[in-house]
Nanobody
Framework: QVQLVESGGGSVQAGGSLRLSCAVSASMHSLNAMKWFRRAPGNQRELVAA???????NYGDSVKGRFTMSVDNAKNMVYLQMNSLKPEDTAVYYC?????????????WGQGTQVTVSS
């Protein structure tokens, strides 16, 4: 069982920045991929950024050039630096990791952290 705890959400004006953090209770080397998702009211869940064990990072089209995902293996932390925030970035942001263990695939989610961007 892997536990994820997000922090760093809050309210900010358009153009501002926030950094989300996700504390992971397992060694990062045991994980397959680490991702950030978001869900705005009335919208479907959207992939924001994904870091895969091979080292590649991919971003959703709506956040490319503004958001940066990073991983600190020593601290078991995942970060999402969000710059040039827009009102449409308002959503609950979720940290997600997945793991292959004993032939099974496991998917873990944090509780979510609210990000509100005002115009």
């Amino acid at each position: 069982q892997v536990q994820l705890v997000e922090s760093g959400g809050g309210s900010v004006q358009a153009g501002g920045s926030l950094r989300l953090s996700c504390a992971v209770s397992a060694s990062m080397h045991s994980l397959n991929a680490m991702k950030w998702f978001r869900r705005a009211p009335g919208n479907q869940r959207e992939l924001v950024a994904a870091f895969r064990s091979g080292g590649s990072t991919n971003y959703g089209d709506s956040v490319k050039g503004r958001f940066t995902m990073s991983v600190d293996n020593a601290k078991n932390m995942v970060y999402l630096q969000m710059n040039s925030l827009k009102p449409e970035d308002t959503a609950v942001y979720y940290c997600n990791v997945d793991q292959y263990y004993n032939g099974y695939h496991y998917d873990y989610w944090g509780q979510g952290t609210q990000v509100t961007v005002s115009s």
